[in-house]
C-alpha cells in the first residue's frame, strides 16, 4: 500500500507542470486538498468508518487532526510553490528528500534521544545528494533560494504530518483520519490561495488536471498512506516513499523534458543510498528494543 501510495506521489511535480502556467501554484495545492477532501467524505459516508478507537472522544482526535491538517495545509502550500521555482526534478528532490531527515530529528527532539551513527552518516550523504542535485541541475531547474526555502519546508511538513498521523490513526479508522485531516488542510489551504493568488480562472484542462492530484494523487494515494500506517512500520514506510523522489526524478526527464545532467544522477544514488542508511538503523534500533 505504502508503495503503491510513494509511486502516486511521484507524480505530482510532472502533474502540476502542465498546469503551472495557467493557474497559481497555491491554487494547485488548495484545490487539490479541497477536492481530496470531498473524495474522503465519501468514503466515509460509504463506508460508514467514523468509529474512534480506544475510548478516544471526538476532542482529542480533533486535537491531533488540526496539527496534522495544518502539516498538510504548509506542505501543499509550500509544494507547488517551491517546485514551481526549482524545477520538478530538484524541487521534489529536495522536498521529499529533506522529509526523513526532518523526521529524525523531530523524533530526535521530542523522545530525547539522539539518533545513531548511521543515521548521522545516512544525513549527510543524503544532504550532499541533494547538493549535487541542485548544482547539477539542467536547463530547466536552477537554484532558487526562496523556492528552495518553500521545498525545505514542505519535507519539515510533510514529517510533521507523518508522525502525527502515525498517532492518529491508531485512535480512529484511516479513512475518517484522513477526511478530518485534509478538512482541516482545505480549509486553511483556500483562503490563504485566495489572498495571495490572482483571481481564479480555469480551463476545462486544468479542472481535468487538478480533479486528477485531488482524487487520485492525493485522495486515493493518502487513503494508501493511512492503512500502511497501521500495518507497516515507520522505518518501512519511509523506505517505501523513496519511490516517490524516483518516481519523480524519471517522469521529469521522460515527460517534462527536463535534462539534469550527470552528476544529477550521482546525486540521486547518494539520496537513495543515504535515507536507505537512515532506514536502516532505524530498523535495527526496533529490532534491539524487541530483543530487550
Same mark, same amino acid.
Request: positive net charge.
Given at each position: 500500500?505504502?508503495?503503491?501510495?510513494?509511486?502516486?506521489?511521484?507524480?505530482?511535480?510532472?502533474?502540476?507542470?502542465?498546469?503551472?502556467?495557467?493557474?497559481?501554484?497555491?491554487?494547485?495545492? $488548495?484545490?487539490?486538498?479541497?477536492?481530496?477532501?470531498? *473524495?474522503?467524505?465519501?468514503?466515509?459516508?460509504?463506508?460508514?468508518?467514523?468509529?474512534?478507537? !480506544?475510548?478516544?472522544?471526538?476532542?482529542?482526535?480533533?486535537?491531533? $487532526?488540526?496539527?496534522?491538517? $495544518?502539516?498538510?495545509?504548509?506542505?501543499?502550500?509550500? *509544494? /507547488?510553490?517551491?517546485?514551481?521555482?526549482?524545477?520538478?526534478?530538484?524541487?521534489?528532490?529536495?522536498?521529499? !528528500?529533506?522529509?526523513?531527515?526532518?523526521?529524525?530529528?523531530?523524533?530526535?527532539? /521530542?523522545?530525547?534521544?539522539?539518533?545513531?551513527?548511521?543515521?548521522?552518516?545516512?544525513?549527510?550523504?543524503?544532504?550532499?545528494?541533494?547538493?549535487?542535485?541542485? %548544482?547539477? !541541475?539542467?536547463?530547466?531547474?536552477?537554484?532558487?533560494?526562496?523556492?528552495?526555502?518553500?521545498?525545505?519546508?514542505?519535507?519539515?511538513?510533510?514529517?510533521?504530518?507523518?508522525?502525527?498521523?502515525?498517532?492518529?490513526? !491508531?485512535?480512529?479508522?484511516?479513512?475518517?483520519?484522513? *477526511? %478530518?485531516? *485534509?478538512?482541516?488542510?482545505?480549509?486553511?489551504?483556500?483562503?490563504?490561495?485566495?489572498?495571495? &493568488?490572482?483571481?481564479?480562472?480555469? &480551463?476545462?484542462?486544468?479542472?481535468?488536471?487538478?480533479?486528477?492530484?485531488?482524487?487520485?494523487?492525493?485522495?486515493?494515494?493518502?487513503?494508501?498512506?493511512?492503512?500502511?500506517?497501521?500495518?507497516?512500520?515507520?522505518?518501512?514506510?519511509?523506505?517505501?516513499?523513496?519511490?516517490?523522489?524516483?518516481?519523480? /526524478?524519471?517522469?521529469?526527464?521522460?515527460?517534462?523534458?527536463?535534462?539534469?545532467?550527470?552528476? $544529477?544522477?550521482?546525486?540521486?544514488?547518494?539520496?537513495?543510498?543515504?535515507?536507505?542508511?537512515?532506514?536502516?538503523?532505524?530498523?535495527?534500533?526496533?529490532?534491539?528494543?524487541?530483543?530487550?
Amino acid at each position: 500500500m505504502a508503495l503503491s501510495a510513494a509511486a502516486l506521489w511521484g507524480t505530482t511535480g510532472t502533474a502540476q507542470n502542465f498546469v503551472a502556467s495557467q493557474i497559481s501554484p497555491y491554487w494547485v495545492g $488548495a484545490l487539490r486538498l479541497a477536492i481530496a477532501s470531498a *473524495f474522503f467524505a465519501a468514503c466515509v459516508l460509504l463506508g460508514r468508518s467514523g468509529h474512534f478507537s !480506544g475510548g478516544q472522544g471526538y476532542r482529542t482526535v480533533w486535537r491531533w $487532526a488540526l496539527l496534522a491538517g $495544518a502539516a498538510v495545509a504548509v506542505y501543499n502550500l509550500s *509544494f /507547488f510553490a517551491g517546485v514551481k521555482a526549482t524545477g520538478v526534478a530538484v524541487g521534489t528532490g529536495v522536498a521529499i !528528500g529533506s522529509g526523513p531527515v526532518w523526521a529524525g530529528l523531530l523524533e530526535a527532539l /521530542f523522545n530525547r534521544k539522539a539518533p545513531r551513527p548511521v543515521w548521522w552518516l545516512g544525513s549527510v550523504l543524503a544532504v550532499a545528494g541533494i547538493s549535487l542535485m541542485l %548544482l547539477a !541541475g539542467g536547463s530547466d531547474a536552477h537554484v532558487d533560494v526562496t523556492g528552495l526555502g518553500l521545498c525545505l519546508l514542505s519535507g519539515l511538513s510533510y514529517a510533521s504530518y507523518t508522525l502525527i498521523s502515525k498517532h492518529l490513526v !491508531g485512535l480512529t479508522t484511516p479513512t475518517m483520519a484522513t *477526511f %478530518l485531516v *485534509f478538512s482541516v488542510a482545505a480549509v486553511i489551504a483556500v483562503p490563504v490561495a485566495a489572498l495571495v &493568488s490572482p483571481p481564479l480562472v480555469m &480551463s476545462a484542462a486544468t479542472w481535468l488536471m487538478v480533479s486528477y492530484l485531488g482524487v487520485v494523487v492525493t485522495g486515493v494515494a493518502y487513503l494508501l498512506f493511512s492503512h500502511a500506517l497501521r500495518r507497516v512500520s515507520a522505518a518501512s514506510c519511509v523506505t517505501l516513499t523513496l519511490a516517490e523522489p524516483v518516481t519523480a /526524478f524519471v517522469l521529469a526527464i521522460v515527460v517534462v523534458g527536463e535534462q539534469p545532467g550527470g552528476l $544529477a544522477y550521482v546525486g540521486l544514488g547518494l539520496v537513495v543510498f543515504g535515507l536507505l542508511c537512515v532506514v536502516w538503523g532505524e530498523s535495527r534500533g526496533q529490532a534491539a528494543s524487541v530483543s530487550v
